[in-house]
């Protein structure tokens, strides 16, 4: 009995290329996240974009049009801006620099060697002490602000420097991505290898933990320092001298004189504009130390 070849019917004429240039569904598909995605940048950066805009125009140019067009007053608002009260917004700024950029230090540190400890050491309590950092993680600043203010003010800080840096060092979030980075970049076999070589754990840590946790540590030091220096509610409840405001409480009370002198709107909107530079200029500075390999330092072929 013999079997008969099925042949399919060639297609139709001119319709192959309009197969073949057809979309792939998948391709569609993934068009939805990519244009989510650019719309949520939009609606981020839109605001940004404004400030930038804002700051460059007049008083009169700022509330007598709603425009994206760039304004003439750029430099007369940095002129009074510099000016007005013999340059305090300059001392907010150090202020700022000094709560974001030592707390940020500070912080870093304390969060690799808590992270590193709990990657590495086995000891009773270890779970039990990490999930009490997790619980600090999900509390809201604002519930310990009061509590914080309270103990400081038995200690005699607050309105001092120390009453903004010191609650800023014990970062529960910094101290979580150090577990989990330390947990993933820095094998137990180097360590072990480093205690046969007659090392000792201070030695290993720093010679050969650390290189290795560098692009994670870069991360919580960025995160930290972000996060102080746009902190406004401890600096609010603990500082009452303002030549020790950081830029966030400075703009603040900037902003709070406006209601009664206008002209004092064009200072914050150029003030927050300024203020955001050092951050862009952070990202530029340090973003290559995310490309560094996770075993540099540590593993010689």
């Known amino acids: 009995?013999?079997?008969?070849a099925v042949r399919e019917a060639p297609p139709a004429a001119g319709t192959t290329g309009a197969i073949r240039n057809r979309p792939p569904l998948r391709r569609r598909i993934a068009l939805v996240p990519t244009l989510t995605l650019v719309l949520g940048a939009v609606y981020t950066l839109l605001p940004v974009a404004w400030v930038v805009v804002a700051s460059t125009k007049s008083g009169s140019e700022l509330f007598s049009t709603f425009t994206f067009l760039p304004g003439t007053g750029f430099a007369d608002n940095i002129r009074q801006l510099d000016a007005y009260r013999d340059g305090v917004y300059w001392t907010w700024m150090g202020n700022s620099a000094l709560y974001a950029g030592l707390g940020a230090l500070l912080s870093t540190c304390v969060s690799a060697l808590s992270g590193y400890?709990?990657?590495i050491y086995r000891f009773r309590g270890r779970e039990a002490l990490f999930n009490i950092l997790l619980a600090g993680v999900l509390m809201p600043p604002i519930i310990l602000a009061v509590p914080q203010y309270l103990l400081l003010a038995k200690a005699d800080?607050?309105?001092s420097y120390l009453s903004v840096l010191l609650p800023q060092i014990l970062s529960p979030y910094g101290v979580y991505l150090a577990r989990i980075y330390a947990s993933a970049a820095v094998p137990t076999d180097v360590v072990e290898a480093g205690r046969m070589d007659g090392?000792?754990?201070w030695r290993i840590f720093t010679r050969v933990a650390l290189p290795m946790m560098v692009p994670g540590l870069v991360t919580v030091f960025l995160f930290q320092f972000v996060a102080v220096w746009n902190n406004f509610l401890l600096p609010y409840i603990m500082l009452s001298d303002d030549e020790k405001f950081p830029i966030t409480l400075g703009l603040y009370t900037l902003l709070e004189q406006g209601s009664n002198q206008p002209a004092l709107y064009t200072l914050v909107i150029t003030?927050?504009?300024l203020a955001v530079l050092p951050l862009i200029a952070l990202f530029l500075v340090i973003q290559r130390f995310w490309s560094l390999d996770l075993l540099s330092g540590?593993?010689?072929s």
């Open 1 to 4: 009995m013999s079997s008969l």
């Open 117 to 119: 400890a709990l990657a």
């Open 157 to 159: 800080l607050t309105d």
């Open 199 to 201: 090392a000792g754990e």
């Open 271 to 273: 003030g927050a504009f």
């Open 298 to 300: 540590a593993v010689k």
